[in-house]
Nanobody
């Protein structure tokens, strides 16, 4: 069974930056899609961004384009989310996700991390 472990969450002031990391462990894995989702209090879980196995650049939700950057190390099965120019609206629990298929739909996710809290507040 694959396990996903997020790290890097915390409290940051508006306009600040934060970097989240996710490491996958378990049986040897072949191709996969890794992505990030978030869920704010009282709201549905939403897609933030991700990267396909064959992708070079990340795919991002409109709400974070130009502010967040995704990178991954396929050999180590890790993915990072560099968050810049953070806004209070970015406050949420951030989840790492992995799909064996080339998809970024939450209903097609095979593995979820436990989530890490990101709070943007003064």
């Amino acid at each position: 069974q694959v396990r996903l472990e997020e790290s890097g969450g915390g409290l940051v002031q508006p306009g600040g930056s934060l970097r989240l990391s996710c490491a996958a462990s378990g049986p040897p894995f072949s191709t996969n899609t890794m992505s990030w989702y978030r869920q704010a209090p009282g709201k549905e879980r939403e897609f933030v961004g991700g990267m396909y196995w064959t992708g070079i650049n990340g795919v991002y939700a409109d709400s974070v384009k130009g502010r967040f950057i995704i990178s991954r190390d396929r050999a180590k099965n890790t993915i990072t989310l560099q968050m810049n120019s953070l806004k209070p609206e970015d406050t949420a629990v951030y989840f790492c996700a992995m799909s064996r298929k080339p998809t970024m739909s939450p209903i097609e996710v095979d593995y979820w991390g436990q989530g890490t809290q990101v709070t943007v507040s003064s």
